[in-house]
């Protein structure tokens, strides 16, 4: 069965630091890849998303980067976060056959 | 823009009490998923609706796809304090891509 991996489940940064958050999903593969951010409250805003190695799309403009340097691998990043750049983030795969997401755990992040 | 608007923000019903959550696009819709979200928790896929008029239940649960396929709705019938948490729908728009309504905060109230 395929399982998505997320991590860490809380962190807390200060602003100008780096950021990294990973992604993987096991079970399956040539998934496209989704990283979402859920400000407090509950929108879900999706920043970017990917259907192969190497290719990244981005939904908005943002202090945000992303990269997939594996089929299963996805990665978020920062250079330097932004006190704005704090909420909820969600990984999530979905199959090619356009069936429903599944989400990671997810990452709270406090930029302080 | 919002492509995908939700009402109403936020219910709060008694137990036992029926909930309805309404989605709606200003365009026509592929398809359309729906997710619960438990507090503290992440999105669990719920469901999802191809065809025009489509009505789909799972136990409680009904969910409806408007025949322009640019609303939809889920209904829950006397809920219940499991039933608590936020319901987002996803349209389907272009290509590949859903776009999340802004969800329904469901407080049920024993």
């Known amino acids: 069965s395929q399982t998505i991996h997320q991590w860490p489940a809380t962190l807390v940064q200060p602003v100008g630091s780096p950021l990294s958050l990973e992604c993987t999903v096991e079970?399956?593969?040539?998934?496209?890849l989704y990283w979402y951010r859920q400000a407090a409250g509950r929108g879900l805003q999706l920043l970017f998303y990917s259907v192969g190695i190497g290719q990244i799309s981005s939904e908005v403009p943002q202090n945000l980067s992303a990269s997939r340097p594996q089929d299963r691998q996805f990665i978020l990043s920062s250079k330097k976060l932004l006190l704005s750049d704090s909420g909820f983030y969600l990984c999530?795969?979905?199959?090619?056959?356009?069936?429903?997401?599944?989400f990671g755990s997810g990452t709270r992040l406090t930029v302080v | 823009g919002q492509q995908v608007m939700q009402i109403p923000q936020y219910q709060h019903v008694q137990e036992g009490e029926d909930f309805t959550t309404y989605c709606n696009s200003s365009?026509?819709?592929?398809?359309i998923q729906w997710y619960k979200q438990r507090p503290g928790g992440h999105p669990v896929f719920l469901i999802q609706?191809?065809?025009?008029?489509e009505v789909k239940k799972q136990k409680r649960l009904t969910f409806q796809f408007g025949e322009a396929k640019k609303n939809s709705s889920l209904h829950i019938t006397a809920t219940q304090t499991t039933d608590v948490g936020t319901y987002f729908c996803?349209?389907?728009?272009?290509?590949?891509?859903?776009?999340f309504g802004t969800g329904t905060s469901l407080t049920v109230i024993p």
């Open positions: 999530a795969w979905r199959p090619r056959n356009l069936a429903g997401y599944t």
């Open positions: 609706l191809v065809k025009s008029g």
């Open positions: 079970g399956t593969s040539n998934p496209n």
């Open positions: 365009t026509t819709l592929s398809n």
């Open positions: 996803a349209g389907g728009l272009r290509g590949n891509q859903f776009y």
